[in-house]
C-alpha cells in the first residue's frame, strides 16, 4: 500500500531535479555561448589586436626611454664610449627602439583597416529534442563562417588581388540578414507547433504531425541556401580571379534573398491552415 505513493513522491523528485537542471543549465549555456561569440566576433577580435598593439606599444615606448635615459647619464659622466655599461646601454636603447617602430607600425596598420560588422548577438537554441534545434545550431556557425568570409574579401588578397566591391559585399550581407531572419521565424513556428503537439489531444495530433514534418522540411531547404553562399563566398576568397568572384557573389545573394522571401510567404499566418 505504501508502495504507490513513495513511487509518487520519487516521480515528482525526479521531475523536481529536471526542471532545476534545466534552470541551470540556461544560464550557463548563455554565458558560454555569449564568451565564445564575443571571441569569434571579427569586430570584437579586431578591437582586440588593437588594444594589445596599443600597450605593446606603450610598453615598448616606455622601455626605450629609459634606456635612452641610460645613454644620457653614460654621456654626461664621459662614459658613454669607454665602459662596457655604455655600449650595452646603447644597443639595448637600439634594440627597444626597433621594437617600438614596429609595433607603433602594426598599431597604424590595424587602426587604418575598417572595422568589420558586429555578428548578430547569439540567440538561445530551441529546446533539445526539437527538430529546429540543429538547423539554428548551424545557422549560427554559418553566420560566423560568413562573417570571417567577407572580411577576408573586403581586405587586399594575396598575389595583389583586389577587394571585392564593398556593395557587393554589403548586398551579400543584407542578403544573408534577411534570410537568417527568415529561417528564425520558421524555426519559432515549428518549436510552438512542436509544444502544441506535445499537449494536444490525440485525435488533432495528426495535422500538427504534419506541419511539424513540413516546417521542418522549409528550415533546413533554406538552411542549405544559406550555406550555398557561405560555400561561394568560400571559394571567392581563394579564386584567382577578380572578376568572376564578384560575380558569383552576387548571384548567390540573389538567390538567397529570392529564397528568404519565398521563406516569408509560406511562414505566413495561414501557412498550416
Known amino acids: 500500500m505504501a508502495a504507490g505513493p513513495r513511487r509518487r513522491d ?8 529536471q526542471s532545476v537542471s534545466e534552470q541551470l543549465r540556461g544560464p550557463v549555456a548563455d554565458t558560454v555561448r ?3 561569440h ?8 579586431l578591437l582586440r589586436r588593437r588594444r594589445r598593439a596599443k600597450k605593446a606599444t606603450i610598453a ?24 662596457i655599461g655604455g655600449f650595452t646601454a646603447m644597443a639595448v636603447t637600439a634594440a627597444f627602439l626597433f621594437c617600438t617602430t614596429g609595433s607603433v607600425r602594426k598599431l597604424v596598420e590595424l587602426h587604418r ?27 549560427a556557425e554559418a553566420e560566423a563562417s560568413l562573417a570571417e568570409l567577407l572580411v577576408q574579401l573586403g581586405t587586399p588578397r594575396p598575389g595583389g588581388l583586389a577587394p571585392l566591391p564593398a556593395e557587393s559585399l554589403a548586398h551579400a550581407q543584407e542578403s544573408a540578414t ?19 503537439r506535445s499537449i494536444a489531444p490525440l485525435s488533432q495530433r ?14 533546413n531547404e533554406g538552411l542549405d541556401g544559406y550555406v550555398a553562399l557561405i560555400g561561394t563566398a568560400g571559394q ?3 579564386a584567382s580571379s577578380s572578376a568572376s568572384p564578384n560575380e558569383a557573389l552576387l548571384d548567390a545573394s540573389d538567390r538567397l534573398s529570392g529564397l528568404a522571401s519565398a521563406l516569408r510567404e509560406l511562414a505566413g499566418p495561414d501557412s498550416l491552415s
Do not use: C, Y
Open 38 to 45: 564575443g571571441w569569434r566576433d571579427p569586430r570584437a577580435r
Open 34 to 36: 555569449n564568451k565564445v
Open 60 to 83: 615598448w615606448s616606455g622601455a626605450t626611454v629609459l634606456t635612452g635615459a641610460w645613454v644620457g647619464v653614460d654621456a654626461v659622466h664621459a662614459e658613454l664610449f669607454s665602459t
Open 206 to 219: 495528426g495535422p500538427l504531425d504534419q506541419g511539424v514534418v513540413e516546417l521542418s522540411r522549409r528550415l
Open 10 to 17: 520519487l516521480g515528482e523528485l525526479i521531475k523536481l531535479g
Open 236 to 238: 571567392a576568397v581563394i
Open 178 to 196: 534577411e534570410a537568417a531572419t527568415a529561417l528564425r521565424a520558421v524555426a519559432a513556428q515549428l518549436s510552438a507547433v512542436e509544444r502544441a
Open 113 to 139: 583597416q575598417p572595422l568589420p560588422a558586429a555578428l548578430p548577438p547569439p540567440v538561445r537554441l530551441p529546446p533539445a529534442g526539437s527538430a529546429a534545434r540543429e538547423p539554428m545550431r548551424r545557422l
